[in-house]
T-cell receptor, first 113, second 112 residues
Framework: GESVGLHLPTLSVQEGDNSIINCAYS??????FIWYKQESGKGPQFIID?????DKRQGQRVTVLLNKTVKHLSLQIAATQPGDSAVYFC????????????FGTGTQLKVEL | NAGVTQTPKFQVLKTGQSMTLQCAQD?????MYWYRQDPGMGLRLIYY???????DKGEVPNGYNVSRLNKREFSLRLESAAPSQTSVYFC???????????FGPGTRLTVL
C-alpha cells in the first residue's frame, strides 16, 4: 500500500554535528511535504515544508531536500543542539486530496553531549 | 494568541461511555483536523473540516463523529468508547489547503 516511511527509527548524533533524517514516500502524486518535530508530551511543531516543484529549501539551521526520482525526502539539521532532541516526522500531501497529510512513523533524534 | 487549544488534557473512560473532545483555534484558520497518535506511530487523520460547514472522513473515521461548530471550534465525539480508541488525540488547523498545520497540545485518552 501507499505509505510514508522512515529509514531509521533512532538517530544519535554528537552535539555540534550535522544530522540527516531520511524519509521515503511511495505516492508519486504527492506534491507537498512537511517536516514536523515532536517533543515528548507535546503536539507536533512545524519545521519546514517543500513543494514538489522544488528540490531544496532552507530555513534556519535546517534544509529539506526532495528527490522525486527516487521518492526520497531528507531533513538536514546543522550544528545539532540538545534542544533538537525529539521525534521527527515527515508528512506528505497527495495532490487533489485537500490538506490531508499522511505521516511517517517518525525518527527519534538523540543528541549526545 | 493561544493558537490551538484542546480540552481536556487527560481523560479516562469505561468501555461504552461517550465523550466529546473540544478544540478551538484563534488564528482565523479555515481548515481544522483531528488526528490520533498511537505509541511509536505517526499521526493518522480521523476527520477534517476544510472550511466552516464542511466535514470529511480521514483515514480512520470509524467510531467517531465531528462537528464544526463555527470557524473557531471543531469537536470530536466518541459515542461508545472502546479500548482500541485509547490514544493521544491532536487537533490541528491551517489557513487553507497546502498551508502548514498548527497542532494543539493533545488529549491523552484511556478507555478501560
Amino acid at each position: 500500500g501507499e505509505s510514508v516511511g522512515l529509514h531509521l527509527p533512532t538517530l544519535s548524533v554528537q552535539e555540534g554535528d550535522n544530522s540527516i533524517i531520511n524519509c521515503a514516500y511511495s505516492n508519486s502524486a504527492s506534491d507537498y511535504f512537511i517536516w514536523y518535530k515532536q517533543e515528548s508530551g507535546k503536539g507536533p511543531q512545524f519545521i519546514i515544508d517543500i513543494r514538489s516543484n522544488m528540490d531544496k529549501r532552507q530555513g534556519q539551521r535546517v534544509t529539506v531536500l526532495l528527490n522525486k526520482t527516487v521518492k526520497h525526502l531528507s531533513l538536514q539539521i546543522a550544528a545539532t543542539q540538545p534542544g533538537d532532541s525529539a521525534v521527527y516526522f515527515c508528512a506528505e500531501n497527495r495532490a487533489g486530496g485537500g490538506n490531508k497529510l499522511t505521516f511517517g512513523t517518525g525518527t527519534q533524534l538523540k543528541v549526545e553531549l | 494568541n493561544a493558537g490551538v487549544t484542546q480540552t481536556p488534557k487527560f481523560q479516562v473512560l469505561k468501555t461504552g461511555q461517550s465523550m466529546t473532545l473540544q478544540c478551538a483555534q484563534d488564528m482565523n484558520h479555515n481548515s481544522m483536523y483531528w488526528y490520533r497518535q498511537d505509541p511509536g506511530m505517526g499521526l493518522r487523520l480521523i476527520y477534517y473540516s476544510a472550511s466552516e460547514g464542511t466535514t470529511d472522513k480521514g483515514e480512520v473515521p470509524n467510531g467517531y463523529n465531528v462537528s464544526r461548530l463555527n470557524k473557531r471550534e471543531f469537536s470530536l465525539r466518541l459515542e461508545s468508547a472502546a479500548p482500541s480508541q485509547t490514544s493521544v488525540y491532536f487537533c490541528a488547523s491551517s489557513a487553507n489547503t497546502y498551508n502548514e498545520q498548527f497542532f494543539g497540545p493533545g488529549t491523552r485518552l484511556t478507555v478501560l
